[in-house]
């Protein structure tokens, strides 16, 4: 139906900081609030599709009609995304952290004479990555999220084709900009074809306007 365009789809989206324990009591973390991937969730599920959002630790409610699963680490993200496939839309909006390390069992005691202590930092798989890669598995739309700094559309596009991705959504998170943990997001599309500029708009708008274009793409199809 015209209001419930992805009725029948399984949809998957990360979202959040993920939290990389170095021991007990301490974590390593990010400013992502989860907002704008919150937001798609529940676009995507007021579109009629069965979503499942893969969230990191925030203090957002679970959104409406969306199967939520809560993890910490980015290795938890993985698994339960593993568990939500096959789906038909993936969208990666998590903050992912680049690297975790090997956790301390006991609380590190800071001691006055030793130095401080060095983290091991070791790389964490790369969700995006691994849902795109080609295979039955591989969902039929892969979206991901480039937060850049500087040279924004450049890296975006190299991101996109690193990672295997079909679209991917660009924003700059500089100082300043208010986004990441803002209301306001003001992004990029970038596919095969070219770049798409939105103006700044309501997180929740870009969400709908994401959906929309989801939709449209999963009723035409690109000729292959
Ligand atoms: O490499 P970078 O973190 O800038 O890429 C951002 C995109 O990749 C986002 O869509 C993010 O959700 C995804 N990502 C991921 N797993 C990682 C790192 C990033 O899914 N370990």
Redesign the pocket.
Known sequence: SPDRPLAGRRALV?AGP?HEPIDPVRYIANRSSGTQGYAIAEALAAAGADVTLVSGPTTLPDPAGVHTIRVET?RD??EACRHALPCDIA????????WHVAPAAQKIKKTADAPPPALHLV?????????GRPGPARPGLV??????TEHVLA?ATT?RA??G?DW??ANDVSPGTGIMGGAENEVTVIDATGCEHWPRLDKAQVAHRLVARIATFLQTPPNP
């Open positions: 990360t993920t980015a993200m993985l969208v990666c909006t998590a903050a992912v952290a680049d790389p964490n798989p790369d969700i995006l990555a691994i849902l979206i991901g999220f480039a937060a850049e890296h991101k690193r990672k991705c991917i959504v």
